[in-house]
């Protein structure tokens, strides 16, 4: 079946500008997460979903970063105000929530520069 | 708090040869861990995990990782090291009971050469 999609793949926006990144799940899975990976820093979490709780928001670096999540299936990260330092490979995964202990499946990442 | 250490960065192998990349973490109560590799410009593919049960974990490509509770340890395994394993290991922790959210260590680069 389809995997996890993300779009743009590449996403070049200039210093104080808006963006948003968008990712797909894998049909039916109800978590979601959002991780930044930057070069040698592996990846760090910003956010992430299960079903219709509320989000846990607690690795969204600034108030520049919000993320949302329509009708239990896709997500949107937005980043207000660009930084240079917000460059980086955004990755999205999914999995099939609470019930399992379930393996992440993620997305190809969106690489966004910021000039 | 979770935490995972790879305390290399790199790990250089011969093809043929035995390659191991390792991965320690801390954790309260019971550990569920993971394995996912990292081809260039692709995201991370699972490959495999420990939830309770039989310290050796079998997964793809050949692959397998042994737990060990008094060391705190995950290493991942594999007897025979293909040219085309190179890639990013990334090791990730979260505990059986709490948060569902794993935390990942900063990735091995697997090299094996010809």
């Known amino acids: 079946g389809a995997g996890v999609s993300q779009s743009p793949s590449n996403k070049v926006t200039e210093k104080g500008k808006d963006v948003e990144l968008r990712c797909d799940p894998i049909s039916g899975h109800t978590a979601l997460y959002w991780y930044r990976q930057s070069l040698g820093q592996g990846l760090e979490f910003l956010i992430y979903f299960q079903g219709n709780s509320a989000p846990d928001k607690s690795g969204l670096p600034s108030d520049r970063f919000s993320a949302e999540r329509t009708g239990g299936s896709v997500s949107t990260l937005t980043i207000q105000r660009t930084q240079q330092e917000d460059s980086a490979v955004y990755l999205c995964a999914s999995s099939s929530g609470i019930g399992a202990v379930s393996e992440q499946y993620f997305g190809p990442g969106t690489r966004l520069t910021v000039t | 708090a979770q935490s995972v250490a790879q305390p290399e960065d790199q790990v250089n192998v011969a093809e043929g040869n035995p390659l191991t990349v390792k991965c320690t973490y801390s954790v309260s109560g019971n550990p569920y861990l993971f394995w996912y590799v990292q081809y260039p410009n692709r995201g991370l593919q699972f490959l495999l995990k420990?939830?309770?049960?039989?310290?050796l974990v079998k997964g793809s490509y050949g692959f397998e990782a042994e737990f060990n509770k008094s060391q705190t340890s995950f290493h991942l395994k594999k007897p025979s090291a293909l040219v085309s394993d190179s890639a990013l290991y990334f090791c990730?922790?979260?505990?059986?009971?709490?948060?569902?959210?794993?935390?990942f260590g900063r990735g091995t680069s697997l090299i094996v050469h010809p």
């Open positions: 990730a922790v979260r505990p059986s009971g709490g948060s569902y959210i794993p935390t």
């Open positions: 420990y939830i309770t049960g039989d310290n």
